[in-house]
């Protein structure tokens, strides 16, 4: 039976703005404050899904968010109307109504972390949310994520869903953006790769001291526990803890694995040797032949790979079992960076060509091509089960295409988001896009 990666891709929301929330993303806060455009950073997105289905391989989508989330507030004490909670926000708490708009559910790798049914003790595709619980604006993505999730892989014969880990620090779950898989074959058992910045328990671990760690190795244990993995099947490892008070917040900013290679930079982790030995040995028992590309600090620093997010990049398996690199414009523009893509793709090895991508709008508030997909790996007939509403098809793009262009704004700043006209247009087109992707009533607007 066939296996695909398929790319999964978040749909950029009609609130995309840049508030500057997140603490530890250098580019989120350098940002702050700036213009943004939600169509086009819709489009750029959409452009990609695109991009990637004309070449071949399998895409879908993942729908936005409701925002502004009006009930967010009033659990924080506004009342009234609609129009007079986001009015009273704006008064008094602007940074609380500014966390409640925020389009950040577009980086879906931090969505949830997905494990394919040839791992799992059940043989299903098992999905845990992510908590996200090191930041607010984040942390109350997750219920409306799980229900999206539950109506694109509904038939529960094939899929298993688990609500997010409890929403305290102990547990901090940032879904994919920590977690890859390595394996022979999409469709063949594989070694599950979970990366931690700190353990919540053990001392003995070390924790950076700038910016917070926000994946646990408990969050990680407890997702792998979850969704029944074997212990053979499954490797831990340390971020290393000075990369990430050089603003890596997640793994995927510093490095990138696709089948059987792990694409990395030489500082990303703590007792790398150890890590890429056990790696190597639990894929050999399945079939696999691990393969790691390091990056150099020589050629490219982690200040270079913040800048340029080299790592944030898709790694995508071609039929003649090369890979093709997906970056973003940024690295094109680094000169240390782009010169070691060159001689990478030059050298013979297994990622053979690079394919730059304009995703300004997203790289200007901290997430990169990566960071807007959700990677799931499926046979024939659990492709076959996923609601066929989000699969990417030349009709499905342009009818999300024109959706946009009668929907979004083209300029956003934190004075429109206290527009409670924005509200309204934004649970019009949330209402039309759930028709348009099949996904019934999954927004809090059309279950209350």
Not at 16 to 43: D, M, T
Not at 225 to 247: K, M, T
Request: net charge negative.
């Amino acid at each position: 039976m066939k296996s695909y990666e398929v790319n999964f891709d978040g749909l950029v929301g009609p609130t995309h703005n840049y508030g500057g929330l997140s603490y530890g993303n250098v580019a989120s806060q350098s940002n702050s404050q700036q213009s943004s455009n939600p169509k086009e950073a819709a489009l750029q997105g959409l452009a990609k899904m695109k991009a990637l289905m004309d070449m071949g391989f399998q895409q879908g989508v993942l729908a936005p968010q409701e925002r502004p989330d009006v009930a967010a507030l009033r659990r924080l004490g506004f009342a009234g109307s609609d129009a007079q909670v986001i009015q009273q926000a704006a008064k008094e708490a602007m940074p609380l109504l500014v966390a409640s708009c925020s389009a950040s559910s577009m980086w879906v790798a931090n969505a949830a972390t997905v494990s394919p049914s040839a791992d799992t003790a059940d043989g299903r595709v098992h999905f845990t949310a992510a908590n996200l619980n090191c930041k607010y604006h984040r942390s109350i993505e997750h219920p409306t994520t799980s229900r999206v999730l539950g109506a694109m892989f509904a038939d529960q014969q094939h899929f298993a869903h688990h609500a997010a880990l409890p929403a305290v620090a102990q547990f901090g779950d940032e879904g994919a953006a920590n977690h890859t898989r390595f394996c022979r074959a999409y469709g063949e058992a594989g070694v599950e790769f979970f990366v931690f910045g700190r353990s919540a328990f053990d001392t003995r671990y070390p924790a950076p001291q700038k910016y917070p760690a926000r994946q646990t190795l408990e969050a990680s244990q407890a997702v792998a526990r979850l969704h029944g993995l074997r212990e053979e099947g499954v490797v831990y490892a340390q971020q290393n803890p000075s990369v990430i008070d050089q603003g890596v917040f997640h793994n995927d900013v510093i490095a990138v694995g696709n089948g059987e290679v792990l694409f990395y930079h030489e500082d990303a982790f703590l007792e790398t040797d150890k890590m890429l030995a056990e790696l190597s040995s639990k894929l050999a028992k399945v079939g696999g032949k691990f393969q790691s590309v390091c990056v150099p600090r020589s050629a490219v620093t982690v200040d270079d790979a913040v800048r340029s997010y080299l790592f944030n990049s898709q790694l995508l398996s071609r039929p003649d079992g090369s890979m093709l690199l997906i970056v973003p414009e940024e690295c094109r523009s680094n000169e240390r960076v782009w010169q070691y893509l060159q001689g990478l793709t030059g050298a013979g090895g297994v990622i053979r060509e690079v394919k730059v991508f304009d995703l300004k709008q997203s790289m200007q508030n901290g997430g990169g091509p990566a960071c807007l997909r959700l990677r799931v790996a499926l046979n024939e007939t659990e492709l076959a089960a996923v609601n066929p509403g989000v699969i990417m098809t030349a009709p499905l793009y342009d009818s999300l295409t024109q959706w946009v262009e009668r929907h979004y704004r083209d300029r956003m700043t934190e004075n429109d988001l206290a527009d409670p006209q924005l509200l309204l247009e934004c649970r019009g087109a949330l209402d039309e896009l759930t028709q348009i992707l099949k996904l019934g009533a999954v927004y809090p607007f059309q279950i209350n």
